[in-house]
T-cell receptor, first 111, second 113 residues
Framework: GQNIDQPTEMTATEGAIVQINCTYQ??????LFWYQQHAGEAPTFLSY????GLEEKGRFSSFLSRSKGYSYLLLKELQMKDSASYLC????????????FGKGTRLSVIA | DTEVTQTPKHLVMGMTNKKSLKCEQH?????MYWYKQKAKKPPELMFV???????INESVPSRFSPECPNSSLLNLHLHALQPEDSALYLC????????????FGQGTRLTVV
């Protein structure tokens, strides 16, 4: 089976840094995605990690540890527009389901 | 063109109606997906088409019938739906089934009355 865990909700202050964690247990792990989803809109791609380590892309960075089944998304210099759900999704290289989403973390950025 | 276009954006239908959702992409992607998303929940995979052939059906009821007429188009035919089928239906595509980034459409918000 597969299991993906993320915190349900987080709140952070504008200008601050926030880290959203994701842990997973799955067979046939290939890589891990992070998506951002604003209310009422489709998910948009943020990052993809296959190898261990940190990938930086502007204000957003994503980290993966395959041995620990752990990833995090780091958001720096938070802006109000970053208030959204952040979905961790595991890509599998075996089995029927190519992409399995976590339940998402609702981030609220406050002034 | 890096867009996945879905029509209609909103749809209200009765339980005896037949309607179709449409999805189109012109990125040359050969894998296309239908997801269903209920409010405040993550998207749930329904169907995967790979090279215009259905490769995954996630035990979706037969009142949902997918169709892939060509490599750019994906339809979802709806018939005899239930109110609990009301949700956001998302289409996505990727270069092929094993590739990385998936592009999502904006979705069709379906209400069954």
């Amino acid at each position: 089976g597969q299991n993906i865990d993320q915190p349900t909700e987080m709140t952070a202050t504008e200008g601050a840094i926030v880290q959203i964690n994701c842990t997973y247990q799955t067979s046939g792990f290939n890589g891990l995605f992070w998506y951002q989803q604003h209310a009422g809109e489709a998910p948009t791609f943020l990052s993809y990690n296959v190898l261990d380590g940190l990938e930086e892309k502007g204000r957003f960075s994503s980290f993966l540890s395959r041995s620990k089944g752990y990833s995090y998304l780091l958001l720096k210099e938070l802006q109000m527009k970053d208030s959204a759900s952040y979905l961790c999704a595991v890509e599998r290289n075996s089995g029927n389901t190519p992409l399995v989403f976590g339940k998402g973390t609702r981030l609220s950025v406050i002034a | 063109d890096t867009e996945v276009t879905q029509t209609p954006k909103h749809l209200v239908m009765g339980m005896t109606n037949k309607k179709s959702l449409k999805c189109e992409q012109h990125m040359g992607h050969r894998a296309m997906y239908w997801y269903k998303q209920k409010a405040k929940k993550p998207p749930e995979l329904m169907f995967v088409y790979s090279y215009e052939k259905l490769s995954i059906n996630e035990s979706v009821p037969s009142r949902f019938s997918p169709e892939c007429p060509n490599s750019s188009l994906l339809n979802l035919h709806l018939h005899a739906l239930q109110p609990e089928d009301s949700a956001l239906y998302l289409c996505a595509s990727s270069q092929h089934r094993d590739s990385t980034e998936a592009f999502f459409g904006q979705g069709t918000r379906l209400t069954v009355v």
